[in-house]
């Protein structure tokens, strides 16, 4: 899929000249231009003042280091099934955190952490587990660590975004719970009256992907496996898993942490 840039330095890994199966070419210009890429987008994150800016430059940076490592250890990893446990370990503590965090606003502590694993991480890697019993995803590190992984970030996203929302909706909206509540209605049932409706827009990004592929959006996994050769129909029904096990594994994440956040799991100490 990677082909050298004419003149590329020596050093470079030695990979298949140009085919139909490339769709970058590594050398100096590439990196030119993500150096490019990440300026523009944190100059216009900071002028637009988005309060994201050095977020934005410190993900970029993060994701450089982190896809350096998986590219030299990927290889190490899939030809076991123990070290693929272990690494799927990893992500679900680093996915874990990610949503917790962005939940909380802050440093989460173990409850937060808790819960979130149990909304994120668990129902991502039994789904997947359920699958490769079934013979649906082979039992190898190279099919199931980039499932897990994909339906694992949807759960994430999902996750921290209906949190969020959620807490939103029950400060801004405070007078409308303790009105309810005045009322003798359930504590629980009026918080999630209030934040449920925000709380779904979670799923919208998952939502629009989904009716949107093929028409405006090309996801990485077809293009990949047809420039690998893979068949069009092929690459197509693969695609097509990934985006209905998104839709099937998110709305857990959302209705769990929607219900944890009502009841208050969330700001319990």
């Known amino acids: 899929m990677i082909r050298r840039a004419p003149g590329a330095a020596d050093s470079l890994p030695h990979v298949t000249d140009a085919s139909s199966s490339e769709l970058l070419e590594l050398g100096p210009p590439l990196v030119v231009a993500l150096v ?55 992500m679900s503590c680093a996915a874990t955190w990610t949503a917790a965090s962005r939940i909380t606003a802050g440093r989460p502590g173990p409850r937060a952490l808790g819960l979130t694993l149990l909304a994120v991480a668990v129902p991502a890697n039994a789904l997947v587990v359920a699958l490769t019993l079934a013979g649906v995803v082979p039992a190898r590190g190279i099919a199931i660590i980039p499932t897990v992984g994909i339906v694992m970030g949807g759960a ?23 009105a309810g509540l005045a009322l003798g209605l359930d504590g629980v049932f009026i918080r999630l009256e209030v934040c449920r409706s925000g709380a779904a827009t979670a799923l919208i990004p998952a939502l629009d992907q989904t009716r949107t592929v093929g028409l ?34 998110s709305p857990i994440a959302l209705v769990a942490v929607t219900q944890f956040v009502a009841r208050g799991w969330y700001d319990a100490s």
């Open 216 to 249: 405006v959006t090309i996801p990485g996994a077809f293009v990949g496996m047809v420039l690998g050769g893979a068949s069009p129909l092929h690459a197509g029904f693969m695609q097509l898993f990934v985006l209905i096990a998104l839709l099937a594994n």
């Open 36 to 90: 490019l890429l990440v300026a523009a987008g944190t100059c216009v994150a900071w002028l637009g003042q988005t309060g994201h800016a050095r977020q934005l430059a410190w993900a970029s940076v993060r994701a450089t280091v982190q896809l350096t490592v998986l590219g030299t250890v990927l290889s190490y990893i899939v030809g076991s099934l123990w070290l693929t446990a272990a690494f799927l370990t990893l």
């Open 156 to 178: 994430m996203t999902t996750a921290a975004l209906a949190g969020q929302r959620a807490r939103h909706e029950l400060r801004v909206r405070h007078g409308e719970v303790e």
